[in-house]
């Protein structure tokens, strides 16, 4: 089964940048997905980003693309979300999630790390 482990998240002023990781294991890494969702209280959850680590393939939101940057290190089993010139706005608690053998953008998971919040202060 896959696991994921989502870890990176915290406090950080407006324009800040932030790292986040989602450690993976349980299934072959390069037949993964792997998406980033956020989910802002009172909000719908919104897909962030997109990976398939095993060609590269990647999608980032219109509503942070030019600012979050997704990344895998294979050797590692992990995705990173690069965030950069954070806004109010991005405070959410951010998931990671996994699909084997799909496509980006990937819209709904059976497979959900723990989730790490992320906090921009202005």
């Known amino acids: 089964e896959v696991q994921l482990q989502a870890s990176g998240g915290g406090l950080v002023r407006t324009g800040g940048s932030l790292r986040l990781s989602c450690a993976v294991s349980?299934?072959?890494?390069?037949?993964?997905?792997i998406g980033w969702f956020r989910q802002a209280p009172g909000k719908e959850r919104e897909g962030v980003s997109c990976?398939?680590?095993?060609?590269?393939?990647?999608y980032v939101a219109d509503s942070v693309k030019g600012r979050f940057t997704v990344s895998s290190d294979n050797a590692k089993n992990t995705v990173y979300l690069q965030m950069a010139r954070l806004k109010p706005e991005d405070t959410a608690v951010y998931y990671c999630?996994?699909?084997?053998?799909?496509?980006?953008?990937?819209?709904?998971?059976?497979?959900w790390g723990q989730g790490t919040q992320v906090t921009v202060s202005s």
């Open positions: 999630a996994a699909d084997p053998f799909s496509n980006c953008p990937l819209w709904e998971s059976d497979y």
């Open positions: 349980g299934f072959t890494f390069g037949d993964l997905v």
């Open positions: 990976i398939r680590p095993g060609d590269g393939e990647t």
